[in-house]
């Protein structure tokens, strides 16, 4: 059976610098998601763009589980 989506978050961040300040932390914090794992993946994800505005899409499980896709930078 499929998670049920709580909330999607379209979140604009720089590349491999993600960290629990606002506006990720709050938007994230409220949904009760593990900030400093998203935070982790999205480094993780992001380190060879340093820099760059990568919009991320959060998508946020009834389980306070997340996943993310990142799209072009505009």
Do not use: S
């Amino acid at each position: 059976m499929a998670k049920k989506v709580k909330i999607i978050l379209k979140l604009n961040i720089a590349g491999g610098k993600a960290n629990p300040t606002p506006p990720i932390g709050p938007a994230l914090g409220q949904h009760g998601v593990a900030i400093m794992e998203f935070c982790k993946q999205y480094n993780e994800a992001t380190k060879d763009r340093m820099g760059e505005v990568i919009p991320a899409l959060v998508t946020i499980y009834e389980d306070r589980t997340f996943t993310f896709v990142l799209k072009k930078p505009p």
